[in-house]
């Protein structure tokens, strides 16, 4: 089985913070660029920041700049995203996705695998 899974969202009050973990099953992480999206309703899926295979990353949302920081430890096959300074508008669903090349990428089909998504509210 190839599988992500999310974990780490929940209800936080803005100005608040969560770190999102992405952990990898059934294949090598480190081979991998890791993506977060995400999905607030009624409104399409975009990318937020992507890690390259190298360690490097990418912004894809100017929203989260600054605030919003990847990481990834290829010894516990996990990625992890650190939101801080949340606000509403952060509140959406966060999915994880993996691709299969060393390069990042703000687009859904460039990536091979996904994780089931994970909850974030950020409301008062």
């Known amino acids: 089985q190839l599988q992500l899974v999310e974990s780490g969202g929940g209800l936080v009050q803005p100005g608040g913070s969560l770190r999102l973990s992405c952990t990898a099953s059934g294949f090598t992480l480190d081979s991998y660029a890791i993506g977060w999206f995400r999905q607030a309703p009624g409104k399409e899926r975009e990318g937020v920041i992507c890690i390259r295979r190298s360690g490097s990353s990418t912004n894809y949302a100017d929203s989260v700049k600054s605030r919003f920081t990847i990481s990834r430890d290829n010894a516990k096959n996990t990625v992890y995203l650190q939101m801080n300074s949340l606000k509403p508008e952060d509140t959406a669903v966060y999915y994880c996705?993996?691709?299969?090349?060393?390069?990042?990428?703000?687009?859904?089909?460039?990536?091979?695998?996904w994780g089931q998504g994970t909850q974030v509210t950020v409301s008062s």
């Open positions: 996705a993996a691709r299969l090349n060393a390069y990042c990428s703000d687009y859904s089909f460039d990536y091979n695998y």
